[in-house]
C-alpha cells in the first residue's frame, strides 16, 4: 500500500508538472512578439512624425524671423508716406524763398517762411529723410532722374550733373523722390 500512494503521488506530481508546463507554454503563445516588419513599420512611422514634427518647427521659426524683420522694417520707414505727403509743400516754400522782396513786410514774411522750412527740414532729418546730393555729382539713375543733357564742356565731366531742377530726397536707403536733373554728356 505505501507503494501504492508513492506512485499515486507521483502520478499526481507528473500532471501537476504538465499542466504548469502547458499554462506556461500557453501565456507564451498568448503574449504578441512583435514580428520584424512591425518594429520596422512602427519606425518608419516614428521617423515620419519626426521628420513632420522638426519641418513644423523650422517653418514656425521661419515665420517668426519673417515676422520680425517686417515690423523692423515698418518702424524703420513708418516716415515714408508722411515724407512723400510733405516734399512739395517744402518745394512750394523754397520757391517762396526765391523771390525777391523790397520791404520790410516782405522782408519778415520771408523769414517767417525760412522758419517754417528750417523746421520741416529738422523734422524730417531726425526721421531719417535727408536730401539727395547731386549738383556736381556722377549720374546715379538708382538716385537721379536724368530730364534733359546738355553738350559736356571742358571742365565738366561727362555724365557729371550740371544743374538740379528739383531736389530729390531719401527715407534710410530708401529713395522716397528721385532727384530731377540735368547731365552733361
Do not use: C, W
Not at 98 to 115: I, Y
Amino acid at each position: 500500500m505505501a507503494e501504492e500512494k508513492k506512485q499515486e503521488v507521483e502520478e499526481e506530481l507528473e500532471e501537476v508538472e504538465s499542466v504548469e508546463n502547458e499554462s506556461t507554454e500557453k501565456e507564451a503563445e498568448d503574449i504578441d512578439i512583435p514580428e520584424v516588419s512591425e518594429v520596422e513599420e512602427l519606425t518608419n512611422k516614428f521617423n515620419e512624425m519626426e521628420d513632420k514634427f522638426l519641418r513644423a518647427r523650422a517653418e514656425i521659426a521661419n515665420m517668426s524671423n519673417r515676422n520680425k524683420n517686417e515690423r523692423e522694417q515698418l518702424v524703420r520707414y513708418r516716415s515714408q508716406d508722411l515724407g512723400k505727403k510733405l516734399l512739395p509743400a517744402i518745394d512750394n516754400l523754397e520757391r517762396a524763398l526765391a523771390t525777391e522782396v523790397t520791404d520790410d513786410q516782405g522782408a519778415s514774411l520771408k523769414k517767417g517762411v525760412e522758419m517754417v522750412l528750417e523746421s520741416l527740414t529738422v523734422a524730417l532729418k531726425e526721421e531719417g529723410i535727408t536730401e539727395i546730393k547731386a549738383e556736381g555729382e556722377t549720374f546715379d539713375p538708382n538716385l537721379h532722374q536724368a530730364v534733359q543733357t546738355v553738350p559736356a564742356e571742358d571742365d565738366v565731366k561727362p555724365d557729371t550733373i550740371v544743374n538740379v531742377l528739383q531736389k530729390g530726397y531719401q527715407l534710410h536707403d530708401r529713395v522716397l523722390r528721385p532727384a530731377m536733373v540735368i547731365v552733361a554728356q
